[in-house]
């Protein structure tokens, strides 16, 4: 289990920078009214956010479960479930906006209409 949840780190760490960088940066639109697509990309991008912060709070408990477990292999089994399951959470969400960008650009749509 010790194998996978470093891998597992490992691997978010090296993506993410690199998800990072390869974002094109554009200077953004005002918009006088508000469509459907500007809204639900709003909304996206609010809950995209919000996951990464229930994420990171499960990693901090995790953490603090781990250095308050004494030695217990429940609360120890516990906290590396909390990890494992934060981990895969960011990484289905990445993975998940990056599908829609890609089939966005694939569509011609111009990198998923604004998703990414």
């Given at each position: 289990m010790k194998k996978v949840l470093v891998s597992l780190t490992l691997i978010g760490l090296l993506i993410v920078p690199a998800l990072v960088l390869a974002q094109a940066v554009q200077a953004p639109e005002l918009e006088i009214c508000c469509g459907p697509d500007s809204v639900l990309y709003r909304v996206m991008n609010w809950l995209f956010?919000?996951?990464?912060?229930?994420?990171?709070?499960?990693?901090i408990i995790a953490a603090y479960m781990f250095?308050?477990?004494?030695?217990?292999?429940?609360?120890?089994?516990?906290?590396?479930?909390?990890?494992?399951?934060?981990?895969?959470?960011?990484?289905?969400a990445f993975g998940a906006r990056g599908l829609v960008s890609l089939v966005g650009t694939i569509a011609g749509t111009g990198g998923g209409g604004g998703w990414w």
């Open positions: 956010t919000i996951l990464l912060i229930v994420a990171a709070i499960f990693i250095v308050t477990a004494a030695g217990d292999p429940d609360k120890t089994k516990t906290a590396r479930n909390f990890v494992l399951y934060a981990l895969i959470g960011v990484l289905v």
